[in-house]
């Protein structure tokens, strides 16, 4: 194990399993759910969505997670309410490659267009999905009964509503305020980063 704090203050763990076949990342980032502007609710995670499409360095939308798959492994990201983790692991061989596609979420990513009406839509069905869970409606029923005022009691999900048609209304680009978010919020010091894999 080996802790750094890089010069940026973003905090690096490395741990290093010489015989490990897999290897992984983790970012988590010091940003959630409760940072949503109050007019746009799932704006974070929204943006969580949003960093999976493409960068500038890697432009072709949806090619991170394709690598990652074709090299046996798989990703994920959520939102939870002071932080969104973002993760993958791979075969221990493509460690390197995997983790400058990954890096690039947090360097330079693009938001296009498209790629913000797709993934509205996509928002929007997992919130759909998240109706038939007991568990999440018990969360919002204990969101419903919280403090009003508290950034708890937000919806934070995100959906159609939230940011498509309520934005829409008022004359206000999504595609603008999820760019201004991720420019506002995400930054080195508040990033913890954790790697696993052979390497010393």
């Not at 999976?52 to 997670?65: I, N, Q, R, V």
């Not at 919130?127 to 009691?153: E, I, M, Y």
């Amino acid at each position: 194990y080996r802790h750094l704090v890089l010069s940026n203050r973003m905090e690096v763990l490395i741990i290093s399993d010489p015989e490990s076949e897999k290897a992984a990342a983790a970012m988590d980032m010091r940003v959630g759910a409760f940072s949503d502007p109050d007019d746009v609710p799932g704006l974070a995670h929204f943006l969580e969505h949003m960093l999976f499409y493409s960068s500038e360095k890697y432009p072709t939308e949806d090619a991170y997670s394709k690598f990652i798959s074709e090299h046996g492994g798989s990703s994920n990201a959520y939102t939870a309410a002071e932080s969104t983790n973002y993760h993958f692991d791979v075969h221990h061989l493509q460690l390197e490659e995997a983790l400058d596609r990954f890096a690039q979420f947090f360097v330079c990513p693009l938001i296009s267009k498209d790629g913000v009406d797709r993934e509205i839509n996509a928002v929007n069905n997992e919130n759909g999905k998240n109706l038939l869970s007991d568990q999440w409606r018990r969360l919002q029923l204990r969101k419903h009964l919280s403090v009003a005022t508290h950034p708890f009691h937000k919806f934070s999900t995100g959906n159609l509503e939230t940011l498509g048609n309520v934005p829409k209304s008022k004359g206000q680009d999504v595609r603008d305020m999820v760019e201004a978010f991720y420019q506002s919020k995400y930054s080195a010091n508040l990033m913890k980063l954790v790697l696993y894999g052979r390497q010393p």
